[in-house]
């Protein structure tokens, strides 16, 4: 077409006005757009890029430059999800979850965070007492589709808010005002009008008798919150922002390839755990430039029995393999459109920045190489392959 892949993307991307085209249900995020500005912010992607195989560096060898950008429906709100939360007797509280602290250790700081917020107390008084054990913990969900967080978290929030709704309650009735009179920050609960008539949380459940319990289900499609005009409760349709740009050299005489530079921008909603949402976004780069690179899943024609059974015989990147352009160490970026669904607005971030990594390195190495605007490399895209459909192997 003559037009550059970020010229067709912004003619492509959705508007924020956007509704699915499966169901007529308005997007929850339309962050594309946003991600790839920012992306642009990092890279600067419309003066670097050039027709496939027209640009050769100083030293000889081809330069590339690759764009990727999207809508995922990763990380979305699903059912089956719960949580219970229990607020003890000194003002602490303890959470149960059904999710996995193997598989998803990280998400233990997020529900913490997300109970602790919401009940107004510090964060260092809010733990985790049972992980993934169905006799002593609601329902978990499944461990797939980078929701383990963004709905367990709001199964957390809405135990949370069970927990708040009762202090709230009882203390109502001891100070002879209205519920809604009350708010909570800092570690204690206050009056709205005059937040000097204040008492902390451990005072207010010394008062009751015994500890108390709030259990929150997260469940699908429906927002949390007001939405486009509409009440909570509304089913919308889950999508959120992504976008990722990739610079590299190939050595036209081994086939080679050097990461130059890149951005990785992920849609988080919001982010919880700054953390580990950049620990997820930069592992997303490296496995997914391992993958495009390196990793090649082979069968045996005749009996299907696959070849391979770990990354000794499947290669896969290690420390020696990367490198970090200019020193930088992390190169993952975040927008937070804020969504209407789970916890604060909060999405899932795995999965979706895996996917635009792929496509981007996987576009800037057959920009490199590419002969008369073909795709001319299928992953994985190793030296002799890359020397092959250069003609040279």
């Not at 050769?56 to 990727?68: M, Q």
């Not at 889950?238 to 190939?250: K, L, P, T, Y």
């Not at 755990?273 to 899943?297: F, I, N, P, Y």
């Not at 490199?368 to 895209?381: E, L, Y």
């Amino acid at each position: 077409m003559g037009i550059s892949p970020l010229d067709f993307y912004e003619k492509n991307l959705v508007y924020e006005d956007t509704v699915s085209q499966d169901n007529g249900r308005p997007m929850e995020s339309v962050g594309p757009r946003p991600a790839l500005a920012r992306a642009l912010e990092v890279i600067d992607y419309r003066s670097k890029w050039h027709a496939p195989g027209t640009r050769t560096l100083p030293d000889g060898r081809l330069h590339g430059i690759g764009v990727y950008a999207t809508n995922d429906s990763h990380g979305s709100a699903s059912s089956g999800s719960g949580m219970e939360v229990y607020m003890n007797s000194d003002g602490t509280a303890n959470y149960t979850t059904g999710i996995s602290n193997v598989m998803n250790g990280c998400n233990s700081v997020a529900f913490a965070l997300i109970i602790a917020e919401t009940l107004g107390m510090p964060f260092e008084n809010v733990t985790c007492s049972g992980y993934g054990n169905p006799h002593t913990s609601m329902d978990g969900g499944g461990q797939y589709g980078s929701r383990a967080a963004s709905c367990n978290g709001r199964a957390a929030m809405m135990a949370a808010l069970d927990i708040r709704q009762q202090m709230f309650e009882f203390l109502a009735g001891e100070w002879e005002v209205n519920v809604d009179d009350f708010d909570a920050r800092d570690g204690k609960i206050f009056l709205k009008s005059d937040e000097t008539k204040s008492i902390t949380h451990a005072e207010v459940m010394s008062d009751i008798d015994g500890p108390i319990m709030g259990k929150g289900i997260g469940f699908e499609n429906g927002s949390r919150i007001p939405f486009q005009g509409q009440p909570a409760g509304q089913s919308v349709t889950h999508r959120q922002g992504i976008a990722a740009i990739w610079e590299v050299a190939v050595d036209p005489e081994t086939g080679e390839v050097e990461i130059l530079d890149f951005v990785n921008v992920g849609d988080c909603g919001r982010v919880i755990d700054r953390m580990q949402a950049e620990a997820q976004v930069l592992s997303a780069m490296w496995s997914q430039a391992g993958k495009v690179l390196m990793w090649e899943v082979k069968y045996d024609p005749q009996t299907g029995a696959l070849l391979h059974q770990s990354h000794l015989e499947n290669k896969a990147m290690t420390a020696m393999d990367i490198t970090e352009p200019d020193g930088d160490l992390n190169k993952s970026q975040f927008i937070e459109t804020i969504g209407c669904q789970n916890a604060f607005g909060m999405m899932g971030i795995g999965e979706p920045t895996v996917i635009s990594c792929t496509g981007a390195l996987t576009e800037a190495i057959n920009n490199a190489i590419g002969i008369d605007g073909k795709i001319c490399v299928q992953r994985p895209m190793t030296p002799s392959r890359i020397l092959e459909a250069m003609g040279k192997a």
